[in-house]
């Protein structure tokens, strides 16, 4: 394959176990019998970089971990990120960045019996000319109905799915982020910081780092460590740090990014109880 020596790759191998599955109301033994089913999928990221003109293969590792067969189709969408991190996922070659176009997985429509492993595989062929920058797609694992004869009829079913989240950064993007807002909050009885960032740069950033309290130069409870997120291109991210103390007016909270290829972002506020914004549960 085209330059696949020089590639470097990381991919997260945490085991997702999906639940698939209830049933509606429908062919009561069908009801039963989808409930007992589960998967196991590896790796749930996979992250590549790549030049225009490369070809990149990778797979899914896919054990069937519960009691019942489950026959699953493979394809991949786009996706997008709300401003609090939820998946939206589209129609392939929806998104400005998608690398759906490029995409293709196999097998697409396979069973799996109880007990059993198999991978799918998916090949990303990055167009000549591309421009550098962050692409992202999602290779889905759905569940269907065994019996292809009773599609129509099991679409009544809730289905489930399972994303595997790409992230493909094609030759050297520009990389910046900057932090937009850093504000105390109160939802219920309990204090955070909400912090707002947003990625100005041409390719996904994920956070690293911690927010430390202070009341004048002595440190206020435990640093609390922001969660690896990423922020895609253009996006926008919100992330609400919980803290471990009450506000009080010479607390301050100091905010550390480390952004890989960006570098280290600092952000800083009051904990003043009359700048807390009331935030609803």
Excluded at 124 to 141: E, K, M, Q, T
Excluded at 227 to 247: A, S, T
Excluded at 253 to 262: F, H
């Amino acid at each position: 394959m085209k330059g696949r020596k020089d590639k470097r790759f990381s991919m997260m191998r945490n085991t997702v176990i999906a639940l698939l599955g209830a049933g509606l109301g429908l062919a009561g033994p069908a009801t039963s019998a989808w409930a007992d089913m589960s998967l196991d999928v590896s790796p749930i990221r996979v992250q590549v970089r790549v030049n225009a003109g490369d070809e990149y293969t990778n797979a899914l590792r896919v054990l069937n971990s519960g009691r019942e067969p489950i026959r699953l189709r493979a394809y991949v969408e786009d996706w997008t990120l709300d401003e609090v991190g939820t998946p939206v996922f589209r129609t392939a070659g929806t998104e400005t960045r998608s690398a759906s176009i490029w995409m293709e997985a196999a097998p697409a429509d396979f069973l799996l019996e109880p007990g059993e492993t198999k991978f799918v595989r998916f090949t990303a062929r990055v167009p000549d000319g591309i421009p550098d920058g962050g692409y992202h797609s999602s290779l889905l694992l759905e569940s269907l109905p065994l019996d292809r004869t009773q599609e129509g009829v099991m679409r009544m079913f809730v289905q489930g799915r399972v994303a595997c989240m790409i992230y493909v950064t094609v030759g050297n993007p520009r990389r910046a982020a900057e932090i937009t807002s850093l504000t105390p909050i109160r939802r219920g009885d309990k204090h955070y910081v909400r912090l707002t960032v947003a990625n100005t740069g041409d390719d996904t950033v994920r956070l690293a780092g911690d927010l430390k309290l202070f009341e004048g130069m002595d440190p206020r409870g435990e640093a609390v460590p922001l969660p690896d997120v990423p922020v895609l291109p253009g996006g926008r991210r919100r992330v609400d740090l919980e803290v471990p103390v009450e506000f009080a007016a010479r607390v301050m909270a100091r905010l550390t990014i480390d952004i890989d290829g960006v570098g280290v972002l600092l952000g800083e506020c009051s904990l003043d109880p009359e700048k807390v914004q009331l935030v609803k549960e």
